[in-house]
Structure formats: C-alpha cells, structure tokens
C-alpha cells in the first residue's frame, strides 16, 4: 500500500480528523489598526452582485474586499523589511510544500489568562520539550493561548490608552525557535504573531523580524488550537497564489490522530 | 409643546403630501435665498422698486434689470383670516391654517402663512422666506418679538425641521464634532439620540461623556460596512426623524505627496459612498414617515465641506471625495422631497481638528458648527455656509468661480 492510500484508507476509516483552524470571514472579525495617518489594510467587506433578483434572476454571488492581512492569515517573509530580499519569500514563490507541516502546539492558555502581556520564553519552550518531545525541523510551532475565545472583539483586541495587550513570543524565544529549531514558522491566536506591546522590544516586532528574515512564515488569527494535541497533527496552510503577496487570508486546516 | 402622544402603533401612516410646488424659473430666487436663509426680493436696478411676486419686468417702470437683493424683514399684519376648506391634499390635513395680507416695509403686499402668536391686524410682524415641504420659498409672518416657545407653533413646525421632540441619528460620535452635536441636539430636546461609533473595540475619548446623557444610545456604525448599515437601518430606521450624517475621512493630500490610491479611496469609501449606503438603507423607512405626526421624518444633513465648491489642492483628494457627496446628496434631495423630507447641506471651512492641524486660524470650532447646524434644523434652511471662511468662500464662489479656483491653487 503507497503511503497515500494508507493515508486516505485512515482518512475514510475515521481515524483521522480534520479540525479547522480558520475564523470566519466577515466584517464584524477585528482587523489591524495603524495609526490614522499611516497607510491603512481594507478590513474585510461583502457586497452583494446578485441574489435571485433582478441583478442576476438564478444566482447569488457577492464581491469581497480585504487586505492581505485579515482574518486569519499568511504572513510571508516578505511581508517584513528583514525578509524583502530573501529568494522565493513571497505567496507565489514560496514552495509548495512548505504549506504542509507537523505542529507543536505550546499551551499558553494558563499564562495568558493570567497576563495578557503574557511572553513566550526560551525556557517556556525547553520545559515544554521536556515534558512532551523536541520540536522538530521544518515544523510549526503554535502559540496557543485560548485567545480566539475572546468572541467579543473588545476583549479580543483588548486595548487601553498604551495600546494593545495580546500574548506572544519574546527575542529569545523566537531566535531559539529559528536558530535551534529551524521551525517552518510561528502561529497565534490573536491579531498578530508578535504581542500586542510588541513595539517596545528590541527589536520591535521580533517575531516578524526574525522569522521573515529568515525565511520563514507567520500564521495569526488561528483558532480550535484546544482541539489540537500538542505533537501529532498536520497542519495545512497554503496561501492564495498572489503574485509578489505579502501573505494572504486562507483556510488553516489540520489533521489530527484520533 | 408638550411631547407628542406616541402613535398607536396599529394605525396606518399617512402617506405624505406636498403643498403645491409648481413656480417659475425666475421665482426660484426667492428658494435660493430661502435655502440659504436669506430674505431677498427683486429690486428694479433702474428705478428702485422692489418687487413681488417674482417677475420678469418691473412693474413700476417696465425695467428687465431686476437683481435679488436682501431686503428689510419687517412689515404690518394689514388682514387675516383662518382657512377651513382647501381642495389642496396638503392643506386639507392640515386645517385649519391661518393666512393674512401682510405690507412689507419694503414696499410690496404680499399673501402670508401666519405664525399662531400674531395678534390680529393691525400688527407688526417679521417676515422670512421658509421652504415648504415642497421645497420651495413661501412668505412666513412671525411674531414681532421673539420668544422661547415660538418654534413650536404648529405651522411653523410644517415649514422648519425643529429637532424638539425628534428622535436623531448622529453617525459618528468619535470626533469633536460629533459630540458637539449630540450634546447641541440633546440641548435642544431630541428625543433619542443614536450616536454610531466604528471599530468600537477603540475606546475613544468622550465616550463616558457621551454615555451619561439620557438620551444617547450608542450603536455600532462603520458606514464603510454595507452590511453594518443596512442591521442597523432594519433596526431603528422606521423611528428615526433626522439623520445627521457626520461620519468622514480626511487626509492632507494633493495628488503629488501621496503614492497609490489608498487613503483617496478611504475618502470615498466613507464620505461618498458611506452616503450612499446610509441614504439606500434609512431613505426608504423615512420617506414613509414624512407626514407622520407632529414628530414626523423630517431631516436628513449631510457634513460637506467648502471645498466642494472648489478644488483646496492641500486637501485635494479630501475635496474631491466630498465633491461627489455633494453631487450625490443633490440625487438624495430630488428623492427625499416627494415625502416631504429635507436635505440639509452644510458647507464648512476648516473644522478646528486633528486633520487641519496645520491650517493657521480662522478654523471653525466643533461647538460652533454643531450649533449652526442644530440652528438650520431649527430655521429650516437647506444650504448652511457657517462661519466666516465658508461665507467668504461662498461670496467668493458666486461671483466667479475661476477666480476662487486661481486663488486656492496659488
């Protein structure tokens, strides 16, 4: 038996599961806020072409229009300054088997609760290596921090008057992840792979900087990461062949042991 | 006044009706100035009379040169009567209606709406031009002296767009102006007022504020989001009175200091089409309410800017997109007006706010607009030109056009 009939027998046999890391699309999902004078991302918006009626008598469609960076999405190294020049660093260079990679989901949820500011450290990731397996080359490695069960996007954005608070990783973790690791690249929950406060570590954004730079990817906005062991499942990520894309909205799915 | 009774909501609506609004094309100058607030007549350039009804020749000296002019507001009640019959549909539900023959200081007799407080003739009253539910300039006598109540009278109300009593929609509650104009609005009585705010997960600065007046209720609103509008139109569009559209996107740019199309496309996504979306998902419901009772659908403003008229290259995108809102308010004015509903314009100068920051004074403040604009409701004017800048803007802009162009781009 080839591998991928063994695969598809396990599949039709239920002993695969599929779980969808996706939010869904729509105008209410938070987007990125920037500052109002800086260059703003369309935050996603549906209109409708027809719907049975007289703008088109048998069929419904809509247009949508968004950023490439809305809902949950791709980042890709050239997203960041750190990664413009790298080859192959764009939605459509990027080769097509990076988007399928084991996961490693790293279980935040306690400490994010607790601190919403909450920083993923070098030694978070080794103590979790210990308890459960070493991260492997070219994986993913997934924050997971319950943040996507914040329904009310007052409390998924959480801002105050310094700005945003979300979780995320911090220098060392994210150089470790790359330097050590050679993961295929990082996800979160929340609105961005780096913390919300993240402007004001050295570098800022270092989880864009160094990832990017280095060639790998970002994955934001996940959700269902509960549903995930924390080694085992597959994820499948792959972005819309944009020409030059900085990333893209997708379908995040993973596949899953039971 | 007191509060209107609420409806009994199991009656039938009455559809709306216009007072006749046929007129010539030489007597729309006594609309243009009454859109405006004026009280202008023809005045003979030969011979000085002034003249009524509008006309293409004096009728003293036969003269073609007549020029609308401002004219002296006064005169004396000389007769009244009171109207119980009328075969008008508008005036039929509307009895009985007070008229009289008032003489104008000015010169000319003239037929008058008569407000309810003038004492019978002989009487001196102040006279206006008002625009009728027809749009269209009708002569109004008002008491001599002025007084708290006089916006009130049940036939001045016909004729004015008094927010007392009203229930107001107020788009954008994040800006200065915003909540100038809701506190204006609140000042002067409305009812209930929803106050939208975008991306509420931002807390802005005067929502505590804003939340403590009793008659705020503060609803999600991104008039960029189709879908956005259209929930909240199903929602509360079957109550609201008057819409008081100030939500906007303004970025300093010409063409030349910005690549892309980006934040021009901002601007017309917010200020044009934004418009748009709020007049296809609120115009239907109110233009079923403008007769409705003494607390009617009755207004609809819209937050333009002087550069409208003419190009302000600084701002140059920002003008362009409120160009088209002008022009697309216009449409939304032909299709409110069958139901009675006006389409207020207001015309600032630069508003004293983070996107003029560098714009040396005079700059208008946010208390001072929101109270022009509460002022026009309460007036009844459709083009409202407040402070200085916009006034001169406008002079201006009616004397020559290419000029004011020449001298914006220089």
């Known amino acids: 038996m080839t591998a991928l009939a063994q695969f598809v027998n396990a599949f039709s046999t239920g002993k695969i599961r599929v779980v969808d890391l996706t939010q869904t699309l729509s105008p209410e999902f938070p987007g990125i806020s920037l500052p109002p004078e800086m260059g703003q991302a369309w935050p996603f918006r549906i209109e409708e072409v027809s719907r049975y009626d007289e703008r088109g008598p048998a069929w419904y469609w809509n247009n949508f229009s968004c950023g490439e960076h809305t809902g949950t999405h791709f980042d890709a190294p050239v997203h960041w300054i750190s990664g413009k020049d790298l080859p192959n660093n764009a939605t459509d260079s990027i080769p097509p088997e990076r988007f399928i ?124 990461l509960d549903q995930l062991p924390p080694t085992g499942a597959v994820v499948i990520a792959a972005p819309l062949k944009i020409r030059n894309g900085s990333g893209s909205p997708l379908r995040v799915l993973a596949l899953v042991n039971d | 006044m007191e509060r209107p009774k609420r409806k009994n909501p199991v009656l039938r609506t009455r559809l709306p009706t216009l007072p006749p609004a046929a007129r010539s094309r030489v007597a729309l100058g006594l609309t243009a100035a009454a859109a405006l607030g004026r009280f202008e007549l023809q005045q003979c350039r030969d011979c000085g009379t002034v003249q009524y009804p509008p006309r293409e020749a004096c009728q003293k000296c036969l003269s073609i040169l007549l020029d609308w002019k401002p004219q002296r507001e006064t005169g004396e009640l000389l007769a009244q009567t009171v109207l119980h019959h009328s075969n008008d549909l508008f005036f039929r539900e509307r009895l009985p209606w007070r008229l009289g023959l008032v003489k104008l200081d000015c010169g000319p007799t003239l037929v008058s709406h008569l407000h309810g407080e003038i004492q019978d003739a002989p009487a001196k009253v102040r006279i206006r031009t008002m625009l009728d539910r027809a749009g269209q300039a009708v002569i109004v006598a008002l008491p001599d002296k002025e007084n708290a109540d006089m916006a009130d009278d049940r036939q001045l109300r016909e004729f004015t767009c008094d927010p007392k009593h009203r229930k107001v929609l107020v788009t954008d509650g994040k800006t200065a102006l915003g909540q100038a104009l809701v506190k204006a609005l609140a000042k002067a009585q409305c009812e209930l007022i929803w106050v939208g705010h975008a991306e509420p997960w931002k807390k802005f600065a005067g929502f505590d504020e804003l939340e403590k007046i009793p008659q705020v209720t503060l609803v999600a609103l991104d008039v960029t989001d189709s879908k956005n509008v259209r929930e909240l139109a199903a929602e509360i569009a079957g109550k609201v009175d008057i819409v008081v559209n100030n939500a906007e996107y303004h970025r300093s740019f010409g063409i030349a200091n910005r690549q892309g199309v980006e934040t021009a496309r901002a601007e017309m996504d917010v200020n044009y089409f934004g418009l748009l979306r709020l007049a296809q998902d609120f115009g239907p419901a109110m233009r079923s309410r403008g007769a409705d009772g003494r607390s009617s659908a009755v207004a609809w403003v819209n937050l333009l800017s002087i550069y409208a008229l003419a190009n302000f290259p600084p701002h140059g995108t920002f003008s362009a997109s409120k160009a088209a809102a002008h022009s697309l308010a216009q449409c939304l004015r032909a299709e409110m007006r069958p139901a009675g509903v006006r389409v207020v314009n207001v015309f600032p100068g630069p508003i004293d706010d983070e996107w003029n920051q560098l714009l040396p004074p005079p700059k208008i403040a946010p208390a001072a607009l929101a109270k022009a604009i509460v002022g026009a409701l309460r007036e009844g004017i459709e083009d409202v030109y407040p402070g200085d800048v916009a006034q001169e803007w406008l002079a201006r802009w009616r004397d020559n056009p290419k000029a004011l162009e020449r001298e914006l781009s220089a």
């Not at chain 1, 070098?122 to 459960?132: C, D, G, N, S, T």
């Not at chain 1, 397996?133 to 329904?151: C, G, H, N, Y």
């Not at chain 1, 995320?168 to 050679?182: M, Q, S, T």
């Open chain 1, 101 to 224: 990679g084991p996961a490693f989901v790293l279980d935040c949820s306690k400490e994010a609760a607790r601190d919403a500011d909450f920083l993923l450290t070098k030694e978070f990731i080794l103590e979790w290596e210990a308890q459960h397996a070493r991260i492997a080359p070219k994986s993913w490695v997934l924050m997971r921090t319950d943040w996507s069960k914040r329904r009310d996007p007052v409390a998924y954005q959480n801002y105050d008057e310094e700005g945003q608070h979300t979780p995320g990783p911090d220098v060392e973790a994210v150089k470790f992840l790359v330097g050590e690791r050679d993961v295929l690249g990082f996800g979160t929950e929340s609105i961005g792979t780096d913390a919300g406060q993240a402007y004001h570590l050295r570098p800022p954004y270092p989880c864009h900087y160094y990832m990017h730079g280095a060639g790998r990817y970002g994955l934001q906005c996940l959700t269902n």
